[in-house]
Nanobody, 128 residues
Framework: QLQLVESGGGLVQPGGSLRLSCAAS????????IGWFRQAPGKEREGVSC????????YYADDVKGRFSISRDNAKNTVYLQMNSLKPEDTAVYYC?????????????????????WGQGTQVTVSS
């Protein structure tokens, strides 16, 4: 059974850092496009960052560029989202998702948000 499990969320002060993990089981993650999404209370879900399975190209939403970084560890079958310089507006439930997109540009993958496999989410709260 294909499963994604996020971890690494928590409470952090503004300016702090967190690293989210998305561990996969039941499939090989490096063959999938992976996305990180977030949803804050009362807001629509938005794409944060995605990584292509074809060439490892990445996409970041404008408000996280330069602060967040997505990466894969194929040996651990895990994708990470390193989040630095966190702001209160980054507070949300963060989800990872996977699908077998290969030829689609990574920005389009992230904006479409049509992934077949989703994790349960991990809460990130940025507050002093």
């Amino acid at each position: 059974q294909l499963q994604l499990v996020e971890s690494g969320g928590g409470l952090v002060q503004p300016g702090g850092s967190l690293r989210l993990s998305c561990a996969a089981s039941g499939f090989t993650l490096d063959r999938y496009a992976i996305g990180w999404f977030r949803q804050a209370p009362g807001k629509e879900r938005e794409g944060v960052s995605c990584i292509s399975s074809k060439d490892g190209s990445t996409y970041y939403a404008d408000d996280v560029k330069g602060r967040f970084s997505i990466s894969r560890d194929n040996a651990k079958n895990t994708v990470y989202l390193q989040m630095n310089s966190l702001k209160p507006e980054d507070t949300a439930v963060y989800y990872c998702a996977a699908d077998t997109y290969y030829h689609m540009p990574v920005q389009e993958i992230c904006e479409m948000q049509s992934f077949a496999n989703w994790g349960q989410g991990t809460q990130v709260t940025v507050s002093s």
